[in-house]
């Protein structure tokens, strides 16, 4: 597994190729899958995983900051519990229009 997300680290490079449907877990609840992730402007280190939530039915914005493992395989969040992300927005592009999305 690769440390906690920094600028400049390898977990960039991985956020920046993370495929669509690439699970994610709080803890080791599978919470959804990645179906974007999304960068500021013309650069190129993500900043905004899109992730749909299962439980929610919809879309979700997390910042990148909220990453605390990236793997071949799964996205593991910071928080444990998958009821710690009840404050997560519901993604709406129009929210971002500074952001374009990497993948």
Do not use: C, H
Request: hydrophobic content about 40%; overall charge negative; aromatic content about 8%.
């Amino acid at each position: 597994m690769t440390a906690a997300y920094n600028s400049g680290s390898t977990m960039a490079r991985t956020l920046e190729s993370l495929d669509p449907g690439t699970p994610v877990y709080a803890g080791e609840t599978r919470v959804g899958d990645v179906r974007a992730v999304y960068a500021e402007g013309n650069a190129r280190i993500a900043e905004l995983l899109v992730v749909y939530w299962d439980a929610r039915g919809e879309d979700v914005a997390i910042p990148t900051t909220e990453v605390e493992s990236v793997d071949d395989d799964s996205v593991v969040l910071m928080r444990r519990e998958s009821d710690q992300y009840g404050d997560l927005a519901p993604f709406d592009a129009g929210r971002f229009p500074t952001m374009k999305k990497l993948k």
